[in-house]
């Protein structure tokens, strides 16, 4: 395979699992309790989301992955020869296998991902699909900074941040990580990153609260993982999942409701709650193509093609630094 110990950046360390508690009792702490999305994504929480993105509820899967397969050639024509492709968030390495099929010659393939164990065994697949291609996989929260291989020019760089998860992002966050992201790629950069749009209300509320429940699971397997590792003791029949569409605000709201008062334990640091009150777990912000376009504009990133489904779902951008 072409993944070496020795190239692989693993920057994961035990350091992990104390960041891990402090930032759950920080954000059962305040008085609107949250919690980090990115915990979602554990070996558990990582296959649920898999199981999500094959739910026929769950439409920017396949909305996304039908328009790059309908614009695979013109993207290889924007992206050149042998490029580099970083992509932000890998997960398990499907869509990116459309874009390799399609680019001539692409060089090299950088999955970033924070779910380590994951990210390894996606990239061994990949690395036995495409022998030609070498892969570095580099395990890192990317919203923190990560290395990118060297050698690895600009212009040849080709960042890929698919399936809207800019859209977990507040947009002021979402704004300054675009904005760091292009110092960090450099001028001449190139970034193809997928945005899902405003819609009908009931489309998205059903999008995150599917018939199965999937969504559910996946929302309370981050309970289920303060367990797991953090000695809680959430009763998990005693929190239910919630989705609610903010119109004002553009975003779809996650939340864990607490069916009654009780109090759970982390680390055996008691955490109250009061019958009805949610621990905010998710915000998933839907763009306008326009709305999309001058956020990126603010973190320097020019768009130069803008591509949507005919329903006008989902929205892929072509962006230049
Ligand atoms: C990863 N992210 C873009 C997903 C979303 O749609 O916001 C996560 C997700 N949450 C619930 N379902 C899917």
Redesign the pocket.
């Known amino acids: 395979t072409a993944i070496s110990a020795a190239r692989a950046h693993l920057a994961q360390g035990p350091a992990q699992d104390d960041v891990f508690l402090s930032d759950v009792l920080e954000g059962l702490s305040r008085p609107d309790k949250s919690l980090p999305c990115k915990y979602f994504y554990d070996a558990e929480g990582s296959a649920l989301?898999d199981a999500?993105c094959t739910l026929d509820e769950?439409y920017?899967t396949r909305t996304e992955t039908a328009l790059l397969q309908a614009r695979a050639d013109e993207i290889a024509g924007l992206a050149g020869r042998g490029a580099t492709l970083v992509e932000l968030g890998s997960g398990s390495s499907v869509k990116v296998r459309i874009l390799l099929d399609a680019l001539d010659a692409p060089a090299m393939y950088v999955p970033v991902d924070i779910s380590r164990d994951h990210l390894i065994a996606a990239a061994a697949r990949l690395a036995g699909d495409y022998p030609a291609v070498t892969v570095v996989p580099v395990a890192a929260d990317y919203v923190r900074g990560f290395a990118l291989p060297r050698g690895a020019a600009p212009e040849r760089t080709m960042a890929f941040f698919p399936?809207?998860?800019i859209?977990?992002f507040r947009p002021a966050e979402a704004m300054t990580f675009l904005d760091t992201l292009g110092r960090r790629l450099g001028a001449g950069a190139r970034l193809l990153i997928g945005v899902d749009l405003r819609k009908d209300p009931a489309v998205l509320e059903a999008a995150?609260d599917d018939a199965r429940g999937v969504?559910a699971a996946?929302n309370m397997n981050l309970l289920a993982r303060i367990n797991r590792e953090l000695d809680g003791t959430f009763d998990l029949d005693r929190f239910a999942h919630m989705a609610r569409y903010d119109t004002a605000r553009g975003r779809i709201e996650?939340h864990l409701r607490s069916l009654d008062d009780q109090t759970a334990h982390v680390a055996g640091h008691p955490i109250r709650f009061a019958r009805g009150e949610t621990i905010h777990t998710?915000n998933?912000y839907k763009y306008s193509v326009s709305g999309f376009r001058r956020l990126a504009a603010r973190a320097g990133w020019r768009t130069e093609r803008s591509w949507t489904d005919e329903n006008r779902l989902f929205s892929l951008h072509w962006m230049v630094r």
């Open positions: 989301f999500i769950y920017p399936g809207s998860t859209g977990n995150y969504t996946f996650m998710e998933s």
